[in-house]
């Protein structure tokens, strides 16, 4: 458990619609931010003081705190304000309990005003070089709070604004130490008058967040870690910044008010890592067990960056109890050098898709294998001699082999790339085929000698390759099964081609529980309640 505070952020054209979002908001936030930048400039006449102050008296009463934003475009905001708007703005008697104002103005905003005072610094498009300089700015404009908020497009680009929170913390302890050291000594001065002096309730408190789904595990732990705040969006679909997560994710499926820095830490650790559906299935099975972890988003482009900066025990910069990760495209392969110890499974596949991390040891396994298979004995039944056509030449596409083999099936491996795919079929001693663009497929019988399709591909994953499909519904007919290990979305345009053909289909989406159950009995020696792991990840599907 912690003490910090979700705010959430409303953010609306007109009058209406703002109060209806703080409405929504109350059950979930214990500070409502009203971006007053958001507001159309017919709806809120800065000039007008009547007009404001009428508008003002319409916000709902609420036991929570208000926080007041007006910030220019240039700034982070939603429009554009000119300076003699701000200074008007913020010097004209609001009077909500928090205000948040950039550093060029909080000098000039009228202090008395407001019983709480934010002064926030944004960079949108990267981590300054100067961030101590700009820290030690902020902290000289005698804000009650410092907020830090700049972009990061690799998860290693977070670790300079969170040593930035370790720092804080170290002055933090040191000055409470010399506060109580001073009230100590007043004290026993006045022991004879019979009276006392209490120490301060509250320091400088500081928000460092790093925008962006590689900084989104920095909103998710910062409370953890000290963090005064964290901001989140109202809804999925309606965040005021990059990477924020919905204050009814972090309260319900991150539970961030909960952890704390003892807490385990597990992630996704993928190239793209936006459209998972790990953190609800992984987070509902750790909620389940009443284990304190968390599964989080880990978003990392140079995996030997991340490793040696953030997870090796000898060359990490920042400490997050790191407990384990889901390993996802495209690091499947590359993972296995880092690591102390291989499984057999994983070794005889070459990926790894778990990593366990205990007494200083990496341990990898491969549970893809055996998620794969489960869903599709349970489907089909014997695949003893069953032809099988496995599309793509990555991790995945490795584990279906291994898993079709053991099972004696017979597997062909179809990829563009016949290159790279080479390492594969050679592994396994299996044919190997091109899968030509489908455009370019004639006649289209490249199917038409296998029992089973099985993609691996990401065409079909939301996003980009949404409305791609690796076969059309002419090349299904004439197959008995379509497994498709996509699982986002639920229905994929493989999944309705294969619908159109009338051949049975399974989702990515049962392989996906099925490995994730295998992970968490590697992680915590529990049997991992699949139910309510199944339950959370086709919720949030849906």
Not at 315 to 333: A, Y
Request: charge should be negative; include cysteine.
């Amino acid at each position: 458990m912690n003490n910090g505070k979700i705010c959430v952020s409303v953010c609306a054209e007109t009058a209406d619609e703002l109060i209806e979002q703080i409405k929504h908001a109350e059950d979930l936030a214990d500070i409502i931010e009203i971006r007053f930048d958001c507001l159309d400039k017919s709806e809120l006449s800065i000039f007008d003081d009547k007009k404001r102050y009428e508008f003002y008296k319409k916000l709902p009463a609420t036991k929570k705190s208000y926080l007041t934003t007006f910030r220019p475009k240039e700034q982070g905001g939603s429009r554009e304000i000119t300076r003699e708007e701000r200074d008007h703005f913020w010097n004209s008697g609001y009077e909500t309990e928090w205000a948040d104002c950039e550093e060029d103005i909080i000098e000039d905003s009228f202090y008395w005003l407001w019983k709480e005072r934010i002064c926030s610094y944004h960079d949108f498009d990267g981590v300054p070089d100067d961030l101590i300089e700009i820290y030690e700015r902020l902290k000289a404009t005698n804000a009650d709070v410092v907020k830090i908020a700049v972009r990061a497009y690799d998860i290693t680009d977070t670790i300079s604004l969170w040593k930035l929170l370790e720092r804080w913390k170290s002055e933090r302890e040191s000055l409470k130490a010399k506060k109580l050291k001073e009230i100590e000594e007043l004290n026993r001065k006045l022991s004879a008058l019979k009276n006392t002096v209490s120490p301060p309730d509250t320091f400088l408190r500081i928000i460092p967040i790093a925008m962006g789904e590689s900084g989104k595990w920095t909103r998710i732990l910062g409370l953890a870690h000290g963090a005064f705040m964290t901001y989140a969006s109202l809804d999925s679909g309606s965040e005021t910044a990059p990477g924020q997560v919905s204050a009814r994710d972090l309260r319900e499926v991150y539970r961030a008010k909960e952890l704390d820095e003892t807490t385990e830490v597990y992630g996704i650790l993928g190239g793209s890592t936006g459209v998972s559906l790990s953190p609800y299935m992984h987070n509902a099975a750790f909620r389940y067990h009443n284990l304190n972890a968390v599964f989080v988003p880990l978003q990392a482009h140079d995996l030997n960056a991340f490793m040696r900066r953030m997870v090796k025990p000898a060359t990490r910069e920042i400490e997050l109890n790191f407990r384990g990760f889901s390993v996802t495209i495209p690091h499947k392969r590359s993972i296995i050098e880092h690591l102390d110890y291989l499984d057999e499974t994983a070794r005889k596949i070459g990926a790894v898709n778990t990593v366990k991390i205990e007494g200083g040891k990496l341990y990898g396994y491969n549970t893809d294998a055996e998620g794969f298979l489960a869903p599709l004995l349970d489907s089909y039944g014997d695949l003893t001699n069953t032809r099988v056509a496995v599309l793509g030449a990555g991790g995945a596409a490795r584990a279906c082999v291994y898993a079709l083999q053991t099972a004696g099936a017979r597997p062909t491996v179809f990829a563009r790339d016949l290159t790279k795919a080479r390492s594969l079929a050679d592994d396994f001693q299996v044919e190997l085929k091109e899968l030509p663009k489908t455009e370019n497929r004639k006649p289209k019988t490249l199917f038409t000698d296998f029992d089973i399709l099985v993609n691996t591909t990401p065409l079909g994953m939301k996003g980009k390759f949404e409305n791609e499909t690796p076969a059309t519904a002419d090349e299904l007919a004439g197959l008995q099964l379509v497994y498709d290990l996509v699982y986002t979305p639920f229905q994929t345009r493989l999944m309705a081609e294969a619908d159109k053909a009338e051949v049975p289909k399974i989702g990515g989406l049962a392989m996906l529980v099925a490995q994730g159950a295998a992970q968490q009995k590697i992680w915590t020696n529990l049997e991992a309640p699949v139910r309510e792991m199944s339950r959370a990840a086709l919720e949030r599907l849906r």
